[in-house]
DNA sequence: GCCTTTACCGTACAGCGGTACTATAAAAAC
DNA sequence: GTTTTTATAGTACCGCTGTACGGTAAAGGC
């Protein structure tokens, strides 16, 4: 058995495992046992493929950030029109929000790892400041050609605009998390923040 | 020394020390003993008013939220024209945007509780659904006043409204924890979203 | 064909964390 | 004044967790 073996494939394997462990447990219950064993190994090749704990959580961390990357440019690509920007800014909502198994169990250990950078800075750095403004900077073109086609009010700041998106789709997305709110409503109040954000006067759907 | 002694103001004494640890060291450095420390008093008397780990951080969630309970009726109170939904929301604003550090502890600690909670549906219930909930109950009668006195647009969704007040802040509070936003900048964007709100067409102030 | 490297295993060790047990003075009860 | 309760202290135990150490068999280099 000990052939070659792509060591970036073993390790990525392992992260998916932790966040496994982490999305069904909690990042508290996210140990190198734990993670082995979800990954089908022993807990010495967890070891051996990532020396200590704080670089697997931390590896972990990284691989989540791509893995989110990915499946947002995947979402885009898959639009068919992509030009406008109401549809750019719906499947920005659809993937924000938490729907399916997968996407809760992402914002939930993403979130988790918020908690930890809260307290130790240097964990932040990377993922948790520049990640999000390279959204938000993303947003914040999709508007801004929004507002240059007309779609959008002229006097609105489209920055703003996009940190407001981005916030709120946090911030829904933590409610339903814990509970508060479903997924459906979730998903109600960000359409109803696009219909505002296009000045679309009709109130709501017919009762 | 042993003489008769109030026990709510010892747990509540000893709560206060967990905050402090967890909003200092953030919620998995809790240990018996650093509240202990913390509280200036033997790990065996942390034991002696909270018979287990789970009932001291569980008393601990719903001390925070009585707080924040009390900060948020001190804040009412203290408005000079309580009446106006405006001067009602910006304290919303002001209270819920972690500018000093009472308010920053607070909300990186419940936060890390929100997290935990996200795994544990029990410790979620009270605290974490009806609590929210409330508050939004009391954003919405805000703005349905509003409404009816003509100052914010009529056909908006108050109840959504109140959602998207709190997620928002939420959302912006989040961010300014892991250190993504300044305070300051936090509270320009729920600042905007309250002009908004109030069809100010005013977009922003002369540079 | 030999030796090094690579992928893996089992186990052990040390530290920490929650919990339990025993003790002890001061107050309260009677 | 004795007895019981109450608030406190120290300490010990056990399990879990991260890490380290020693071993092994297959593959590859030369």
Redesign the pocket.
């Known amino acids: ?7 970036a494939q ?1 390790r990525a394997h392992i992260a998916d495992a932790l966040v496994r462990v982490a999305a069904r447990d909690g990042l508290h ?6 993670v082995a064993a979800e990954a089908g ?5 967890v ?3 990532f ?4 670089q ?1 959580v931390h590896s972990a961390l990284l691989h989540l950030e791509h893995q989110s990357h990915e499946r947002w440019a995947a979402r885009l690509e898959s639009l068919n029109d992509p030009e406008t920007a109401r549809a750019c800014l719906e499947a920005f909502v659809a993937e924000a929000v938490p729907t399916d198994e997968a996407s809760r169990a992402f914002r939930l250990v993403w979130t988790s790892y918020a908690v930890l950078a809260m307290t130790d800075p240097e964990l932040a750095e990377q993922p948790f400041i520049e990640g999000p403004n390279r959204l938000e900077r993303q947003l914040t073109e999709v508007l801004a050609r929004a507002q240059k086609a007309g779609r959008i009010a002229a006097h609105l700041d489209v920055s703003i605009e996009a940190t407001r998106l981005l916030s709120l789709s946090h911030g829904v997305g933590t409610s339903v998390l814990v509970g508060q709110r479903s997924a459906t409503q979730a998903l109600e109040v960000m359409h109803y923040h696009l219909a505002r954000l296009f000045s679309d006067p009709t109130p709501l759907e017919a009762p």
């Open positions: 058995m000990p052939k070659r073996v792509d060591h073993r219950a996210v140990t190198m046992r734990a190994m022993s807990l010495n090749l070891q051996y493929y020396d200590t704990k704080a697997l």
